[in-house]
């Protein structure tokens, strides 16, 4: 199973950006998907996720900015980031919860990460 994230990239205060991840390989089921971030000195983060049934749960620095989709026929799930500022700037990563076949337990798999620099 692999986690290909795109859509990073220099972008100026203010502006945009769709980062897409793809879920590809072997897969029974994906539970939820998330997107989680690591600014340099910094922890990694929760952005926001999306549940298996389309529920969503957003960080405060997220919620009114970012919004998560998926789509479940692709195994993809997308983040589309307005009203970018400075302190977004970080690695961006993507996670899914799934289950490589149905008697296996679920497990947490990530992408490798993008970068995102906000930046005039």
């Known amino acids: 199973v692999q986690l290909q994230a795109s859509g990073g990239g220099l972008v100026q205060p203010g502006g945009s950006l769709r980062l897409s991840c793809a879920v590809s390989?072997?897969?029974?089921?994906?539970?939820?998907m998330g997107w989680y971030r690591q600014a340099p000195g910094e922890q990694r983060e929760l952005v926001t996720s999306i549940s298996g049934d389309g529920i969503t749960n957003y960080a405060d620095s997220a919620k009114g900015r970012f919004t998560i989709s998926r789509d479940n026929a692709k195994n993809a799930v997308y983040l589309q980031m307005n009203s970018l500022k400075p302190e977004d700037t970080a690695i961006y990563y993507c996670?899914?919860?799934?289950?490589?076949?149905?008697?296996?337990?679920?497990?947490?798999?990530w992408g490798q990460g993008t970068l995102v620099t906000v930046s005039s």
């Open positions: 996670k899914a919860d799934l289950k490589r076949r149905s008697w296996t337990a679920a497990a947490d798999y």
């Open positions: 390989g072997s897969i029974f089921r994906i539970n939820a």
